[in-house]
């Protein structure tokens, strides 16, 4: 008699779930029979109708894991009592200390944070320098070297723009090096020369935030006159490119701190040098009933809510019962227009009473002629710029220090280890525990231990009865508190466990 033929499955088919030889078979027993045939797959499964899951990780046994590792740090009840020396305590005053320390670097933590989210500004002066040169001037070509003149319409002039924060401890009269000629670069059909050469002086003592970064854009108007060329008093524009999000410096031709420009003229002009701010957050120029309630003229978006906010509470015009809901006196309602305001629809109904800054206007003359340039001196102005404080780039680099990642990895790691050696711990005591109750009382606990043993194999093999069996029912079972069965390790483990299993093995 032949052999029965061994089942034989596709790989991309699931076999039937056998049961365990050991476990009761429930219901009658069927009748005897033959088997019946089972059909023999002649053809493999191609690999491209294997389900790809097959040999990818269960999406639960990554979790699984991780509920299996040990997390508490705590030294278990009861082991001071076996434990040579003051180990115990001392490692407990550890962790209280570490508790305090924890709680303390979170706390400075969260107030770094709180700082640098308050944008806070300081100003510093700003020192423009304005001067023009001259070449190929009629007064020029008179005293030339070969005596004769030559090219007397082809006078021209070269005005340098140049700005510079000032040092907290000096206050410089003039700029270094200002006969120093950039490069020339086109912008709006004009030639304007960035101070290319200024790498030179860029020492120490010059700040890293340089005179373009301040402006937006920088606009010279020229007055008209009636024997003026156009072509001569055409305006002179620059404009900041727009930078990338993730931009972190500005670009070569966006980043100097003099600015020029050359024309032809051989008389005297009057311009205008508009510089409009470049500010983050962008300040805003208020209306005169805003600026009454905050008693500012500029503001930010942010700063102009807070200080309506402190208005409101200063005067109390909130709503008992829905807080976000204003009663408007006199103030707001010329700004609002209404009796109640709801406070959400604040930021946006400013809107109309607040308006971009004017630009700062710099007046200048244009000399060409010989008295001026025998001692030319620059005409200089002082303005005030928004920087940001030194201290919160310091805050700012230090919650973005790579060595606080790296600590913060290194103490989970110690974490881990420490949470091990304290189940090994555990496990010690339960041992210390078990061999402890053996040598007290070695029959009685044998007896108790048997019992247990064969508890487990009937529910391991099913054959348990409800109710819990043999000692399953006993008085101790039915009592909780702290000194009952279900207030031991041992049961706290096994909950955790049946929790941490994924919802198909609960099925």
Wanted: glycine share 6%; net charge neutral.
């Amino acid at each position: 008699m032949n052999a029965p033929m061994p089942h034989n499955y596709g790989r991309g088919f699931p076999q039937a779930a056998q049961r365990s030889p050991a476990t009761p078979r429930r219901g009658p027993p069927g009748p005897a029979g033959p088997a019946m045939p089972v059909a023999i797959s002649q053809h493999p499964v191609p690999a491209q109708y294997i389900p790809p899951q097959r040999n990818m990780a269960h999406p639960n046994d990554v979790a699984l894991r991780r509920s299996r590792k040990p997390t508490d740090r705590n030294i278990p009840d009861g082991i001071e009592e076996i434990v040579i020396g003051e180990g115990v305590q001392q490692y407990r005053n550890l962790r209280e200390l570490e508790k305090r320390l924890d709680a303390a670097i979170v706390r400075k933590r969260l107030d770094i944070q709180d700082s640098i989210s308050k944008t806070v500004k300081k100003y510093r002066t700003m020192r423009i320098w304005i001067t023009n040169t001259v070449e190929n001037q009629p007064w020029q070509n008179a005293t030339s070297q070969n005596g004769s003149a030559t090219n007397p319409g082809s006078g021209r002039y070269k005005v340098r723009i140049e700005g510079r924060l000032l040092d907290d401890n000096t206050d410089p009269t003039a700029p270094e090096d200002s006969d120093d000629e950039g490069d020339a670069t086109q912008a709006n059909g004009e030639a304007m020369d960035h101070d290319g050469k200024d790498g030179k002086k860029s020492g120490s003592k010059r700040s890293k935030q340089r005179f373009s970064h301040f402006v937006k854009s920088i606009t010279v108007d020229f007055d008209k006159t009636s024997t003026a060329n156009p072509e001569e008093i055409k305006t002179v524009n620059w404009t900041k490119p727009p930078l990338p999000a993730n931009a972190v410096t500005l670009p070569p031709t966006a980043d100097f701190d003099s600015l020029q420009f050359s024309r032809a003229s051989q008389e005297n002009l009057n311009v205008t040098v508009s510089l409009v701010r470049d500010e983050t957050p962008e300040r805003y120029k208020l209306s005169k009933e805003l600026a009454e309630v905050l008693d500012v003229e500029e503001e930010t978006r942010s700063g102009i809510v807070l200080g309506i906010w402190d208005y409101i509470r200063a005067m109390g015009l909130q709503e008992d019962e829905e807080k976000r809901l204003v009663r408007c006196d006199h103030r707001l309602r010329s700004i609002f227009g209404r009796d109640q305001m709801f406070f959400p629809q604040i930021p946006e109904s400013i809107g109309p009473h607040t308006s971009s800054l004017d630009p700062i206007k710099l007046p200048y003359t244009i000399r060409v002629d010989e008295e001026f340039h025998k001692d030319p001196t620059p005409t200089v102005y002082d303005i005030q710029v928004a920087v940001e404080d030194p201290l919160r780039t310091k805050m700012l680099a230090l919650t973005q220090n790579p060595q606080y990642t790296a600590g913060l990895r290194q103490i989970s790691t110690l974490d881990d280890q420490v949470a091990l050696i304290v189940q090994a711990l555990t496990h010690s005591r339960a041992k210390h525990s078990f061999y402890t109750a053996l040598s007290k009382d070695p029959a009685t606990f044998v007896r108790r231990w048997v019992n247990s043993q064969r508890r487990d194999l009937e529910t391991i093999l099913g054959e348990a009865t409800r109710g819990g069996g043999e000692d399953g029912t006993g008085p101790e079972f039915r009592r909780g508190g702290a000194d009952g069965a279900w207030d031991t390790p041992v049961a706290r483990e096994a909950v955790r466990y049946m929790l941490a299993k994924p919802e198909a093995m609960l099925r």
